[in-house]
């Protein structure tokens, strides 16, 4: 509005507005910022997700399950099951999920987790020894999240709801969930033993002759 100021042409905030509206553009103060979506579109390939979610056993005994999720991929990278997710058990998993992550030489800047009362600091203090920045999202906010919820919420419609779970076995391994099942092997059949259990073809078994009355 300055630049036409100058130059004689007087235009109100509101026809400024309407303008950017139509255009898609932010106002001047927002446009350096960069949007959520944005930027785990742009830092996908090194950037992880982790939450947990509870499931509840035949003998009522609830288990907290911790997922690792890679944004590039939507891969389960690590997967974890107890019923006491304390500081000592959360501080061995993050070691964990480093451990496999240097063995397949993924180079990770960006963890994503909520701000759950079972992520202490300690397990955060971990991953930023490594360089990994950990982003924890606004309260209430479970779309800032939403490709782990959206895989949490596709793990319980396709198989956790559809089984019975006994103990933590079970849980540790997901991602068996959506794979088909093995093709048995072809059997062998004997062909004598299948002939003789076969029935016989009535039809080339000769009729009987119904003798008339005289």
Sequence with gaps: MGELQHLGIAVSATAVRKLLKVAG???????????????LRQHAATTIACDFFSLETAWLKRLYVLVFLSHATRRVEFVACTANPDTAWMLQQARNVLMKLDDHERRIRFLIHDRDKKFPRA????????????????FQAPTAN??????IGTARRECLDRILILGQRRPRSPRRCGRRPRTPPPTRIDGDALRFQTRPDLRHHPKRRHRRGH
């Design 25 to 39: 553009l932010p106002p001047a103060q927002q446009r350096s910022r960069t949007s959520w979506r944005a930027f």
């Design 123 to 138: 397990f955060d203090a971990i991953f930023a020894s490594e360089g990994i920045n950990v982003i924890r999202t606004p």
């Design 146 to 151: 939403a490709h782990l919820e959206r895989w």
